[in-house]
């Protein structure tokens, strides 16, 4: 640990380089953090699973720190990284069907609850199973999608963090949102 904060003071202290120093973007890191929560959390992943996505983040991060010439290239692979790691989390854990089950079947089970109780459990499982929606989409729509709306970026930024030009980007947004309403509307959500 000790040495990690003398890596840090000695890249503070030779501060005369363009690049971000470690310690530099360790605050883009932070400044940036409720952003990339957003970004786990639109990407369907619990709290826990969002902590540790963001924990890997951040020491993929450390370890390319020579990279970047500036906040904002900093900024979108931070958001690039994000957005493929939770991919990952999805790819190996497939939780959202379980979750999905479990919250029905104690919907089942609380049939002699208030109805506050039932309209929460309701709300509960509509948000599952948009969720659950979401993430059957392909990655080429779920990206665009959840860094669109859950972090607000319009299709330029979008664009540049995916590789894409911003024509592709609003084309397949327009594609996730008609698969996603159709989706949900086969499923008695409507939107």
């Not at 973007?25 to 409720?34: I, K, N, R, T």
């Not at 619990?46 to 390319?64: F, M, T, Y």
């Amino acid at each position: 640990m000790n040495e990690l904060h003398a890596e840090l003071a000695a890249e503070v202290d030779s501060g005369t380089d363009k690049e971000p120093s470690k310690s530099g973007l360790m605050e883009v890191f932070a400044s940036e953090m409720g952003r990339l929560k957003r970004l786990v959390a639109g990407m369907g992943l619990n709290a826990s699973d969002g902590e540790d996505v963001l924990q890997d983040v951040s020491i993929r991060a450390l370890k390319h720190s020579k990279m970047f010439k500036c906040r904002q290239d900093c900024v979108h692979w931070l958001i690039k990284v994000t957005v493929n790691r939770c991919l990952m989390e999805h790819r190996s854990r497939k939780r959202f069907r379980r979750q999905a089950r479990e919250i029905l079947k104690r919907h089942q089970e609380m049939k002699g609850t208030t109805k506050a109780s039932v309209e929460k459990v309701i709300d509960a499982e509509e948000l599952e199973i948009v969720r659950e929606s979401m993430k059957d989409l392909n990655d080429s729509l779920l990206a665009p999608m959840v860094l669109q709306y859950f972090c607000d970026l319009n299709s330029t930024e979008v664009g540049r963090i995916l590789g894409l030009n911003s024509s592709t980007v609003r084309s397949r947004l327009r594609e996730g949102r008609m698969i996603l309403a159709k989706r949900l509307l086969e499923r008695g959500i409507g939107t």
